[in-house]
């Protein structure tokens, strides 16, 4: 049961396409990992929290771009369109 309530808070938290921070303080660094729901990113570094979270969404759109690179679209004749990641 509590799999089906963290599934339904996720659906809640992640539906407008939010980004979840998690962040850790380790001596005189800030460590932050940042997801969307779908992909995670970590071991993003910075001696400010605004600049290891800068870096957090850098390396997420990165991995988003790199993501949508890998799924070829396929258009097929009656106006569907497929795609297959590579």
Known sequence: MPW???KIRNWIWYRHGKVRY????DEDRYIISATN?????????GGTHETAKN??????HQ?????EKKQKWITKGNGYELFRIK
């Open 37 to 45: 729901g779908e992909i995670t990113v970590h071991d993003c570094y």
């Open 4 to 6: 089906l309530i963290k």
């Open 55 to 60: 870096l957090a969404l850098f390396k997420l």
């Open 22 to 25: 998690r962040i850790w303080l």
């Open 63 to 67: 991995a988003l771009s790199d993501k």
